[in-house]
């Protein structure tokens, strides 16, 4: 099992031909996606030759769709044009929407995802790495090669993070890992992840990546603390971050009092969520937890 992305998944990439599209696009074929055709109106009836792979290109989400099956997209398009292409992904139906670019205006992001959601289109990001689900499917620019499939399912609004975590719990390995990126203003929420992964009988333990600026880790810990019944470990980013100042993320940002790391790490752990102060220690948090679970089972 897994959330959001599986084996069966079919994907169109939204700026495929372009230089870090066609780059992905690889990686993601060889993790073994079903990349099943770009979209490019002005390359529209080409068609791309990676290695063993040929992957057409379609003029619209709507072309492809039709032609393919694709019920996912990720987009590579350059900021200016990615509200455009996120409303013509939901325009056609696309059940889910990965938009990996950043530096999209706050606004352009609250009208696309407003509109997705009129749609029934679900999106993640932007300014996000993706998803990926080991073994099965990767929409992003996650890399494939640094977990196995498990039973802890990831959400995260650090890309980084994302990977050092995979990597540090490879021994254990994950369901599904979802990068859903740090702006002020995202489509998948830790909430909608949280809900997801307490769904998903696969997944026996979450790990939730937050970081300073906003209310998000806050509400995602209400969310636990009386909705979520598996074990939860978190890390969030920035204790150390001077007060008024964007770090890394758009959404990144402190004022006052609020948004701060030890904020968020007071209401997680209200929540009866063990938090990490380094990512190598939530590792070690994890394992802990899991290795407890094990034993508690056996008795």
């Known amino acids: 099992m897994a959330i959001f992305l599986t084996k069966e998944s079919k994907v169109l990439v939204q700026g495929m031909t372009g230089g870090e599209g ?18 490019n ?10 290695d063993d792979r040929v992957v057409p290109v379609f003029g619209s989400v709507r072309e492809g769709m ?7 997209t990720v987009v590579f398009v350059p900021p200016a044009f990615a509200k ?9 139906g696309i059940g889910l929407a990965v938009v990996i670019t950043e530096g999209i205006p706050v606004h352009d992001s609250v009208a696309f995802h407003a509109y997705a959601t009129t749609k029934g289109t679900r999106v993640i990001g932007p300014n996000c790495p993706g998803l990926i689900t080991p073994g099965q499917s990767n929409a992003g620019i996650i890399p494939a090669d640094i977990t196995k499939p498990g039973r802890i399912g990831l959400v995260s609004k650090s890309g980084t993070l994302t990977y050092q975590l995979m990597y ?21 929420t830790h909430i909608d992840c949280l809900a997801a992964f307490q769904n998903d009988p696969d997944t026996e333990l979450v ?20 909705h979520v019944t598996k074990p939860v470990v978190a890390y969030v980013a920035g204790f150390t971050a001077p007060e008024g100042r964007t770090m890394g993320h758009a959404g990144a940002i402190v ?29 070690r948090l994890v394992l802990t937890r899991w290795e407890s679970e094990r034993v508690a089972a056996q008795e």
């Open 22 to 39: 066609m780059k992905h696009t690889r990686r993601m074929l060889a993790a073994g996606t079903d990349v099943v055709g770009g979209v």
């Open 41 to 50: 109106p002005r390359k529209a009836g080409q068609a791309v030759d990676f």
């Open 66 to 72: 039709a032609a393919t099956g694709a019920d996912v």
């Open 84 to 92: 455009a292409a996120v409303i013509e992904a939901a325009d056609a």
């Open 168 to 188: 540090e719990l490879r021994d254990i390995g994950f369901s599904t890992c979802v990068g859903i990126g740090g702006d002020p203003v995202v489509g998948t």
């Open 207 to 226: 790990v939730l990546i937050g970081e300073i600026g906003g209310d998000a880790e806050e509400r995602a810990a209400a969310y636990v603390r009386d």
């Open 255 to 283: 004022s006052g009092s609020a948004g701060t790391a030890q904020a968020k790490k007071e209401a997680l752990e209200a929540a009866g969520v063990r938090v990490g102060g380094t990512p190598t220690e939530t590792a």
